[in-house]
């Protein structure tokens, strides 16, 4: 089993930045991939961007391409998402997810196994 938090969130202008963070705990071995999704109200859960655990290779939607990096610490078991530029579209609840299984990309919720409660991220104008 593994357990994610998400932390980071709160209110931003736009324009502004924000770090989120996503520390993993209890399995720690045969991590493959984690990624970001967010859920704005009324709308459907939506990937933003993903990374392989041993790689580090990134991948993200077109929205958000040059605007967000996500990064990780293997040894701290923690994800990030350094979200710069952000706009009132960004607004959202943000959640961490983990995937066991090995691929190139990842970009699919069925992709992930384990899901955080979320973070919410507001942005005003």
């Known amino acids: 089993q593994v357990q994610l938090v998400e932390s980071g969130g709160g209110l931003v202008q736009a324009g502004g930045s924000l770090r989120l963070s996503c520390a993993a705990s209890g399995r720690t071995f045969g991590r493959a991939g984690m990624g970001w999704f967010r859920q704005a109200p009324g709308k459907e859960r939506e990937f933003v961007g993903s990374i392989t655990w041993i790689g580090g290779s990134t991948h993200y939607t077109d929205s958000v391409k040059g605007r967000f990096t996500i990064s990780r610490d293997n040894a701290k078991n923690t994800l990030y998402l350094q979200m710069n530029s952000l706009k009132t579209e960004d607004m959202a609840v943000y959640y961490c997810?983990?995937?066991?299984?090995?691929?190139?990309?990842?970009?699919?919720?069925?992709?992930?196994?384990?899901w955080g409660q979320g973070t919410q991220v507001t942005v005003s104008s």
């Open positions: 997810a983990e995937s066991p299984y090995y691929s190139a990309i990842y970009y699919r919720e069925s992709q992930f196994k384990s």
